[in-house]
């Protein structure tokens, strides 16, 4: 069982104004001399960032875990913050941090430098420890304040947060790299996550490349429309759009502290202690990661090696430190990469290290910043070399550690920190050959041009800091709409999961002993597969008679909604009279039975008038236009509506066609345009699934109605349906249904079930 401890339960509620969510709280626990156990704080650089603009708000808290498994310490005050220990069980570790964040989302979101491992149970504790994190979150802070969430770990939790507390403004950022849709794509449960995300109004990457990339995942994956970086995310049900901004935010050091260091006689004194313990080379190389692929150390080492083999480097010389953190030992393939990187070492230092004196200084421990900045000003050239990596502290500790302008920067064009620090020595860490050549360059540079670039380096390091860079997230986040002026979206549900089927059989026994009844369902996705082809669509024949029978039972009346023209719906269902079919997205209605009201339907607004046939006529000109530049997507025309189809465009054309589509749509302020999946419709009469199936509860006098819908546009009955009402969403996405089922196979079984339990009634 996961420790279900609630941070939050100790402290007033609601009391921060500014709560910072990481999956690690910026603390470790120190063994004290008579066995017991203490916390102390351990300032990194998101630590020091935060520092300064909690200092300007009256309150300021940390939500995260720290550090071991099971019970945490109560909620206790450091420097200045409340933090608040989230419980994380030893399986919960296994799954949700070493499984789904480092074994999943890491490689993945690094490029797949090593395979990404996909288990559901891992996925299951990401949900659930998500959940944990954003309930802690939403509990301390105060009404109107700011929620920050960090990193990959917990990119559910903004959504989960906006679900509990549409009051406050949340904010995310992701520190490492976000990968290019291609890749993206590939991640199961790719859609929960970009949804997640979504939950923020800022989302803030280190790149640009980034933010691209996550923009392009979302206009493909999920459909929606994105102008520049701005996402508009759908309300559902009557709820307005929400607008959610990405953007490139680089972060950075506490240049300040650094520089104070690296003017402290004792740490440059310490450095020149470090040359003599080497054996005063002529040049200290240095390389400082945290043991981990996406560094390019078995790189930098190969390179490093053939340079000695081939002896363009003297190890008499030359000496090579290469500080190899620990970390996540227990994930496959970091226990692999340690072996491989410790074994090459032993080679190197085997074949060519003079006695007393190695040719690479390995180093698998921490070191303190004093210790890390005298390496800084030792080494004449540090080697950043990664295969990917979201910024790259190093290189930027480096150049602050240099006040003395010398020291060469080697810095691979994969890391973050290649788009801001251009004058370092730029390389392709895959190409050794290159890498080589880098280093060479990089030890053989004169000093007047070391000062040159470094001075350059330098300027942009400087002059952004990181409590520039959390200033100027948290600024962005100011500017976003302020959240009391939204609506909340009734969502009720989000994720994918199924409901219990218990629930959903008790939902439908309560539901059936309602004395009238409406049911309705949705044609396409709930009862018939989706298929390319529109034509070719199969409905589920079982389900189609269910409902033929349901319509000839007393009480029970019976309609089929769809986005399909009526004519056409009524084509691929052939129902009996006694259903009603409603098409167009409700603004045709098909033949009523005699015994529904007919007069309570209100026709008039559907309408068509001459200025509505020409609008229509214009748009299916310009929506032809459209499908013309993309092959495979084509344009079905409705009494009513025009639609862009675009299920079967190659390649990227889906999304391209989509948004030459949307971008038409603002043109067009009295046109409801609708995107779907794989769908962008264009309708000329203002109407709604929602209106239509009120309209038909009306006509039928019903008690309570049942509502089976896939797509967003059901979402708008959906959004009407309460009390004694049953919403059935069929498929993943948020939903404004109370219960969801996964597919058309499990609507027959609804459909069934209802049957039956009605059937015993007459
Ligand atoms: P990391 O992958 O951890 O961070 P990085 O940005 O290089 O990578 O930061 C490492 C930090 O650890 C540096 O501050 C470094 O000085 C310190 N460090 C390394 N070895 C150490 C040792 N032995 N002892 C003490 N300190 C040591 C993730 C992303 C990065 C992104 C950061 C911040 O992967 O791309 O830059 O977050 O957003």
Known sequence: MPPEADPAEHAPQHQHQLVVVANRLPVDSRTLPDGGNEWVTSPGGLVTAMESVMRNVASGAWVGWAGSPGTPPDPFEADGMSLYPVALSAEEIRRYYEGYSNATLWPLYHDVIVDPEFHRAWWDSYLAVNRRFGRAAAAVTAPGGTIWVHDYQLQLVPRMIRDERSDVR????????????????????????????????????????????????????????????????????????????????????????????????????????????????????????????????????????????????????????????????????????????????????????PIGRPAVSYQHHSFDRRDMTAMYMAADVVLVTALRDGMNLVAKEYVASRPDLQGVLVLSEFAGAADELRAAVMVNPHDIDELKAAILRALAMPPEEQEEAMRSLRHQVLEHDVQAWARSFLDRLEESDRPEERATPPARLTGDAPSDPEELDAALRAFADVPRLLIASDFDGVLAPIVADRD?????????????DLSELPGVAVALVSGRALADLDAHTRMPSSVVLVGSHGAEVGALPPWMQAEVLDKSALVMSREKEELLASITTNLRRIARAHPGTEVETKPTAAVLHTRSAKGRGAINATESALEYAVTLPDVTVTPGKEVVEFAVIHTSKGVAVEALARASAADAWLYLGDDVTDESVFALLGGPDVGIKVGEGDTAAALRIDGPGAVRGVLERLLALRGEQS
């Open 536 to 548: 070719a669509v199969q409905p589920d024949d079982a389900s189609l008679s269910a409902l033929r």
């Open 170 to 353: 949340i904010g995310f950022f992701n520190h490492i790299p976000f990968p290019a849709v291609e890749l993206f794509s590939q991640l199961p449960k790719r859609n929960s996550i970009l949804r997640g995300l979504l939950g923020a109004d800022v989302v803030g990457f280190q790149r640009e490349s980034d933010a691209l990339n996550f923009v392009a995942a979302v206009r493909k994956l999920l459909g929606y429309h994105v102008d520049g970086m701005t996402i508009s995310v759908p309300g559902l049900g009557a709820a307005p759009m929400r607008e959610v901004r990405a953007q490139t935010f680089p972060i950075s050091i506490d240049t300040t502290a650094v520089s104070a260091l690296s003017e402290d006689p004792q740490i440059l004194e310490r450095a020149a202690q470090l040359r003599r313990d080497l054996g005063n080379p002529d040049k200290i190389v240095l390389g400082v990661d945290r043991l981990d692929y996406t560094k390019g150390i078995r790189h930098r080492l190969k390179a490093w090696g053939e340079l000695l083999d081939d002896g363009s480097i003297d190890p008499h010389d030359t000496v090579m430190i290469q500080v190899a953190t620990p970390s996540r030992e227990r994930v496959e393939a970091y226990k692999q990469l340690r072996d491989e990187v410790e074994l090459t070492v032993g080679r190197i230092n085997g074949e060519h290290a």
